[in-house]
């Protein structure tokens, strides 16, 4: 089974700043095969980006996937007052489809 | 606009059984993958089940293999999830989740989730 691991657990910054979060899998995920979701409380999860670092449909381009292999990063160019949320990362695949832990990015 | 209404929530005691619902519109329900996501009160995502767009195939996780069952109805544009044997912590919010048309394992609209309590 794939684990993957999210850095930082909590990420205080101000809006405008840049944000980068990390997801790292404790092994190969071949063909980046690597997707990321955002989630605010009370709500379902939202595919921002899928095979590392394709934007989905309607996500705003200051939101940008990188990486390959085993270290992933999604960034958020200029944040605005509506990026504070928790962002998961994905990988899909194996067949367990695992979900990283979360980083919760917040307002400083 | 694509819609996903899931339903069937609510509190069973641990060795019982619960069937949730998801119903689909705005899409060809019939010529999409779909899947369940679950995430425990305060906790992190995980994955649950998959069924291919014409039901012929289906996964699970390791968690509820044995005990759930995905199922769909094309012609009612509804997804299953059969849950027996429940168990304390299967207690979650379970939410239904369209695949993309890229990619079947990718997933771009969800609903809202129910919510499944096992207590006694």
Same mark, same amino acid.
């Given at each position: 089974?794939?684990?993957?691991?999210?850095?930082?657990? /909590?990420?205080?910054? =101000?809006?405008?700043?840049?944000?980068?979060?990390?997801?790292?899998?404790?092994?190969?995920?071949?063909?980046?095969?690597?997707?990321?979701?955002?989630?605010?409380?009370?709500?379902?999860?939202?595919?921002?980006?899928?095979?590392?670092?394709?934007?989905? /449909?309607?996500?705003?381009?200051?939101? =940008?996937?990188?990486?390959?292999?085993?270290?992933?990063?999604? /960034?958020?160019?200029?944040?605005?007052?509506?990026?504070?949320?928790?962002?998961?990362?994905?990988?899909?695949?194996?067949?367990?489809?695992?979900?990283?832990?979360?980083?919760?990015?917040?307002?400083? | 606009?694509? #819609?996903?209404?899931?339903? $069937? !929530?609510?509190?069973? #005691?641990? !060795? $019982?059984?619960?069937?949730?619902?998801?119903?689909?519109?705005?899409?060809?329900?019939?010529?999409?993958?779909?899947? &369940?996501?679950?995430?425990?009160?305060?906790? !992190?995502?995980? &994955?649950?089940?998959?069924?291919?767009?014409?039901?012929?195939?289906?996964?699970?996780?390791?968690?509820?293999?044995?005990?759930?069952?995905?199922?769909?109805?094309?012609?009612?544009?509804?997804?299953?999830? #059969?849950?027996?044997?429940?168990?304390?912590?299967?207690?979650?919010? @379970? @939410?239904?989740?369209?695949?993309? !048309?890229?990619?079947?394992?990718?997933?771009? @609209? &969800? $609903? #809202? $989730?129910?919510?499944?309590?096992?207590?006694?």
């Amino acid at each position: 089974e794939i684990v993957l691991t999210q850095s930082p657990g /909590t990420l205080s910054l =101000s809006p405008g700043e840049r944000a980068t979060l990390s997801c790292r899998a404790s092994q190969s995920v071949s063909s980046s095969y690597l997707a990321w979701y955002q989630q605010k409380p009370g709500q379902a999860p939202r595919l921002l980006i899928y095979a590392a670092s394709s934007r989905a /449909t309607g996500i705003p381009d200051r939101f =940008s996937g990188s990486g390959s292999g085993t270290d992933f990063t999604l /960034t958020i160019s200029r944040l605005e007052a509506e990026d504070f949320a928790v962002y998961y990362c994905q990988e899909y695949v194996s067949s367990a489809r695992t979900f990283g832990q979360g980083t919760k990015l917040q307002i400083k | 606009e694509v #819609q996903l209404l899931d339903s $069937g !929530g609510g509190l069973v #005691q641990p !060795g $019982g059984s619960l069937r949730l619902s998801c119903a689909a519109s705005g899409f060809t329900f019939s010529s999409y993958p779909m899947t &369940w996501v679950r995430q425990a009160p305060g906790k !992190g995502l995980e &994955w649950v089940s998959a069924i291919t767009s014409g039901g012929t195939a289906t996964s699970y996780a390791d968690s509820v293999k044995g005990r759930f069952t995905i199922s769909r109805d094309n012609s009612k544009n509804t997804l299953y999830l #059969q849950m027996n044997s429940l168990r304390a912590e299967d207690t979650a919010i @379970y @939410y239904c989740a369209k695949a993309t !048309g890229g990619d079947p394992r990718v997933y771009d @609209y &969800w $609903g #809202q $989730g129910t919510l499944v309590t096992v207590s006694s």
